[in-house]
């Protein structure tokens, strides 16, 4: 019996701001896994597209003074540009605010209507009486009814977690305007997954996916299913079948954009798209850890319900630190894509090695620019780098290419177990497993040749020489192709170097045990380049910024006495001397004269003066405060300075250094 095809999609970005490193926890390794499907003859259709719907976009888009039209379809475009910067590549990637979802989720929405799985039921919900609206979702915020934390209207966010119905949240207030709401009565839709628990715990026993994603559902199950209100007070959305005043729930609509973007794809290549989504299927979802209950409980109630196939595997990457912080954009606890990474001119290659690479796929992803430098040159440099430089130069330099021969039956052993080990692992979605099998593999390769050394038999025995040579070849061959699903762009050039001119991604990945025949190769080049221990400070010098500053905005100055103001010790000051930190790109190192004595200054504004220009300059400078070490260097005093380009505190009237303020 033909296995149906493989369908793979990944949890929508969501269009109101730009993509981060958050984002990419999901999306780097559903690239990796459809790709080496593909190459072990798979049909895999890989889609995806940006999520337009709900209150945050529509407060977003009034706050920037825009259409949330507009606003879904410039971070629709953002995404899609990024995610082929990133080397993601969609099959689809479409919108749920376009045509083919606003039907789909309409044919869903009557379809459960008619099997009795929506009802009608009139809610106390928020209202504003100075808006004079509605106010659903993140409109409104108050105390949650559960644990009593501050909450807006559709989660408890700073509190237990809880999702929350429409009239559920005590206190509310307007998030618009201030005023406190009062509840007023309303007809919605709800959707009867209370009666899905008989169904969903066997299908949750057979879904396929990662563990996490199964038992993180059944204990929901298990506790208590409710009723979801599926419907929302918004003009911007899905209309309800038949109401003019209602849109569906976001949480409705955007997993059936999976459908939608199937169907999309479908017409576009002359494929039915009921193959992929009727009846028995390989629905294959890739999700953040924190969309579980969407996914393998709200979701396949609504399929089911509706009469479509169910998910067949759900696969829940884990969270994202940033620094042993948990993930913040408030916070500045963020790395974005863009910005950060991509326009400072990084391989793409290097972070998606590292997403892949540095922990199990449901494990907790801790991100830090300086471990991130350390595994990129002691593993993607130092071992696979160095086997394919070194034998690959010495195979041109001595033998112009690939020697003639077979290879040993060893080193072909020594390959079909790391292809074997690589499937089971990709097989699993154990992605770190089977990047460490390749890597494995490298220094295999790297001890290989090492213990060999073809440079010193060449001298007497040239045929041996060109046998360890031939061998390492051919490990490097089945590198290049198991690597490609992680790192496409250096598979390629490798593969290029290996005397190839056509692409990697074209052949199997068990095709490491072919043999490569003599054949001549061009001048090799290094694959990777080191990180420098500069580059990798420069780089975390942003991060720590963006914390700093997030910091500042977030924190309440206290008020302080005027006995507590007289501790305060500033003095005029003269610069004397300037210079730059080494390896810094935002310190300078200043000699002050403050009256006396010559202080040692350590000030972070490289980025708004060169160091001849602050010589004779007068300051103002804090001059009581604790000695510290910055960057090695030891600091007596703060110079003092205003706004974001650090502009300089100076005596209006020449005065002599020393001088206290008053």
């Not at 579980?292 to 109630?301: E, L, T, V």
């Not at 974005?336 to 997403?355: C, S």
Request: charged fraction near 25%.
């Amino acid at each position: 019996m033909t296995k149906p095809p493989l369908l793979v999609t990944c949890g929508l970005p969501y269009t109101n701001g730009p993509c981060h490193l958050g984002h990419l926890r999901t999306y780097v390794p559903a690239d990796c896994y459809v790709r080496y499907m593909r190459r072990t003859g798979e049909e895999v259709v890989f889609v995806s597209g940006s999520d337009n719907h709900g209150t945050p976009i529509v407060v977003s888009a009034e706050e920037q003074g825009t259409t949330p039209r507009a606003l879904s379809e410039k971070y629709h475009k953002h995404f899609d540009e990024t995610f082929k910067r990133i080397g993601v590549v969609f099959d689809h990637f479409g919108m749920t605010d376009d045509p083919a979802n606003h039907h789909r989720t309409q044919e869903i929405m009557e379809r459960l209507v008619k099997n009795g799985y929506v009802y009608k039921q009139v809610v106390h919900q928020a209202y504003c009486p100075k808006c004079k609206r509605f106010l659903p979702d993140r409109y409104v915020e108050g105390t949650c009814p559960y644990c009593g934390k501050q909450a807006r209207g559709d989660e408890c966010d700073q509190g237990c977690g809880k999702h929350l119905e429409p009239g559920e949240i005590k206190d509310p207030v307007c998030k618009v305007c201030g005023t406190k709401a009062e509840f007023r009565d309303q007809e919605h839709y709800f959707f009867r997954l209370s009666a899905f628990k008989d169904y969903l715990l066997p299908y949750l026993d057979k879904l396929r996916g990662t563990s996490n994603a199964k038992n993180y559902a059944i204990g929901w199950i298990k506790e208590e299913l409710h009723d979801w209100c599926i419907t929302r007070t918004l003009e911007w959305g899905v209309k309800f079948p038949g109401r003019d005043d209602l849109v569906v729930y976001v949480w409705v609509d955007a997993p059936i954009g999976y459908i939608a973007f199937t169907e999309e794809w479908a017409a576009k290549n002359g494929k039915d798209w009921r193959r992929y989504w009727c009846g028995d299927n390989r629905v294959t979802h890739f999700i953040g850890g924190d969309i579980i209950y969407h996914h393998c409980i709200f979701w396949p109630g609504i399929l089911h319900g509706a009469g479509y196939g169910e998910p067949y595997a759900v696969v829940a990457s884990g969270m994202v630190k940033v620094d042993d912080h948990k993930f913040s954009k408030s916070r500045g606890y963020v790395v974005w894509t863009n910005e950060d990474y991509l326009d400072k001119g990084l391989p793409a290659d290097y972070l998606r090695y590292y997403l892949l690479a540095y922990t199990s796929h449901t494990k907790e992803l801790n991100f830090s620019w300086k471990v991130f430098g350390e595994r990129i040159n002691n593993e993607v440099v130092n071992i696979f780098g160095n086997f394919l430089y070194r034998t690959l130069f010495f195979a041109h330099k001595e033998f112009g290419g690939v020697p003639a021969g077979t290879v040993d039956p060893a080193i072909l052993a020594e390959i079909e177990k790391c292809q074997k080990s690589v499937d089971d692992q990709m097989q699993a979605y154990e992605f770190k497993g089977a990047v460490d099998t390749v890597m494995a593999l490298a220094a295999f390769g790297n001890t290989y040749i090492q213990t060999n050394a073809p440079w010193k038999l060449i001298k007497t025995d040239r045929a041996a020489a060109a046998q360890v040579i031939k061998n390492s070849i051919q490990i490097a061959k089945a590198l290049s192709l198991l690597i490609e699903p992680v790192m496409p762009v250096k598979a390629q050039e490798s593969w290029a170097q290996l005397g190839y001119t056509d692409k990697v991604a074209a052949h199997r990945v068990d095709e490491g045990v072919v043999i490569v025949p003599e054949r001549q190769v061009p001048t090799p080049a290094p694959l990777f380049a080191r990180l420098e221990e500069k580059q990798i400070a420069e780089l975390d010098a942003v991060l720590q910024t963006r914390v700093h500053d997030a910091d500042k905005k977030t924190e309440k100055t206290p008020m302080i006495s005027i006995d507590d103001f007289s501790k305060v010790e500033m003095k005029t000051g003269k610069v004397l001397a300037a210079e730059a930190i080494p390896k810094s790109s935002k310190l300078l190192k200043l000699q002050v004269d403050v009256g006396g004595e010559t202080r040692q200054v350590v000030s972070g504004i490289a980025q708004f003066y060169k160091p001849e220009e602050l010589v004779g300059k007068d300051v103002v400078v804090l001059t009581n405060l604790a000695p510290a070490k910055i960057f090695g260097f030891e600091s007596n005093g703060m110079i003092l300075a205003a706004g974001d380009k650090a502009s300089l505190l100076m005596p209006l009237n020449p005065v002599e250094p020393g001088t206290k303020i008053r």
